[in-house]
């Protein structure tokens, strides 16, 4: 880990313990107890009861799920060779930050895991092309465009906030209802926003390029040589092609008769955490053409996810607490009287984003923010649709600024946080002027 990183912000797991400490002291000072019990007692109680809430922990493990077998999609044989297809075209600083910012960007909008590390590799194996090709590269600004995706994920399909309010049985759908995919990322507002940054970003990130066009690689191309082993007795099942493809075969088969053979799912709605997911995982067995390949990158995936999937049970029990308490209630009201119909989805954006430096999970930030915006909101009666998707941008454009997502990254390009810093900066503002223009307009 990138010393730099450690000196800018503690480790989430910390900032975590101490919004709970903070949140705590809060609901002490600010709330009365409900209960004949001792409020500390009772805060204690609805903060345990929020860090073991089933409906949160199935969205905790959605989530994680969805970072994971994305993460092991971007690391099968397919996706490698099409990236080293399109790298050949990666002939100098400016050509490689647009090419690599598009395919990533256009990549995070389908899923986020897999977004995240496609850029990682992308960027990585345009480094090795320079090295080998003798091109003059500025190997940061080319880290820098492999982590756009996270600045656009938060409004693709995989974007937490909006595919759980589609789904039935969320934790707020008592006050929201189920809300369509239609309504969010399918939105003629969100559909606008992704295509302005498609095409926006890498313009930006080629025309960065052309200002900074230095050679500044440090890589070590050298390969390790793998020792093949015969494959004996039981372990061919864990090598079986023809298993791996009728196990994948058969859940992707069954997700696209689910979609669109089925005259009840024909809808948007059918894109849910579960079913993205179970897509996810059909995709990744045919990819990796075996099961032991499969659990091999698993086994890669899962350490990018660890320390986030500790972080999931600390937010939900600083909701609990908020919740319990009645301060969703009372921050809520504060934002309905400082707001109207017109600041309410900026505010929502620019306190979003603040959030998402000190919880950097989107998951995290919507149980413990969602309550708070939803009633907000309805007091206010601005769209539900519309203040998810401000919360959405405003989690996702401090990626830019908080380092934690590209922990994966720096590990693949052998970059450090405050190498890709700098250009990661400018695509942030870049980030404000279209997501602020876009809020105002609709």
Known sequence: MDRKRTNLLPTPFSIAVLLTFITFLLA???????SKDNHLIELLSSWEKGLWNP????????MMLMLVIGHVVALSEPIDSLIKKITVYCKNTAISAAIITFFTVFVALFNWGLGLIFGAIFARKVGEHA???????????IGAA???????WHGGISGSAPIKIAESGHFLEEKIGVISQAETIFSSMNIL?????LIILPIFMYLLGKKNDINNINLDISKKEKISEKIKGVEK?????????????????????KAFILPDN???????????????????LVMHKSFYNFLAAVNDAIKGASGILIQFPL???????MSHSGMVEMMSTFFANISNETSFPILTFLSAGIVNIFVPSGGGQWAIQGPIIVEAANQLAVSIPKSVMALAYGDQITNMLQPFWALPLLGITGLKASEILPYTIKLFFIGIIIFISVLLIF
């Open 193 to 197: 926003t992704s295509l302005l940054l």
């Open 237 to 257: 099942i864990d090598h079986s092609k023809i298993l791996a493809y009728i196990f994948g075969g058969l859940i992707l088969f069954f997700s696209f008769y």
């Open 131 to 141: 090295i080998k090709n003798k091109i003059n590269l500025n190997y940061p600004l």
């Open 315 to 321: 937010y939900f029990g600083i909701m609990g607490i």
């Open 55 to 62: 409906p949160l922990l199935v969205f905790a493990l959605q």
């Open 146 to 152: 492999g982590y756009s995706g996270l600045m656009v």
């Open 266 to 284: 024909i809808s948007l709605n059918i894109i849910t955490p579960n079913y993205i997911n179970f897509v996810l995982l059909g995709i990744a």
């Open 28 to 34: 002490l000072i600010f709330t009365e107890p409900i």
